[in-house]
């Protein structure tokens, strides 16, 4: 099994800036890949960007380009997502996802972590 614990939501103002953490745990090597997804009220769930745990190959959400970074540290088994630049319909719970080399076998998910861009 995999743990993913996030950490860094919060409330910021339009422009303003977060950095998210997510420390997985666990079963490390069953991990291909590592993310965060987000979930607006009403809205279904969608990825915001990913990073893949060898070559760090990352992949971003074209509402989210230029203005979040991804990046990893695997001697601390953690992933982090920088966010400038951010908007109101950033505001969301984001999810720290975990994504096995077994195609087969489901994702790994964290709690989750409020983001509110707020005036």
């Known amino acids: 099994q995999v743990q993913l614990v996030e950490s860094g939501g919060g409330l910021v103002q339009p422009g303003g800036s977060l950095r998210l953490s997510c420390a997985a745990s666990?079963?490390?090597?069953?991990?291909?890949?590592m993310g965060w997804y987000r979930q607006a009220p009403g809205k279904q769930r969608e990825r915001v960007a990913s990073?893949?745990?060898?070559?760090?190959?990352?992949n971003y959400a074209d509402s989210v380009k230029g203005r979040f970074t991804i990046s990893r540290d695997n001697a601390k088994n953690t992933v982090y997502l920088q966010m400038n630049s951010l908007k109101p319909e950033d505001t969301a719970v984001y999810y720290c996802n975990a994504k096995p080399i077994a195609t087969w076998a489901d994702d790994y998910w964290g709690q989750g972590t409020q983001v509110t861009v707020s005036s």
């Open positions: 990073i893949t745990r060898r070559s760090g190959d990352t």
């Open positions: 666990g079963s490390i090597f069953r991990i291909n890949a």
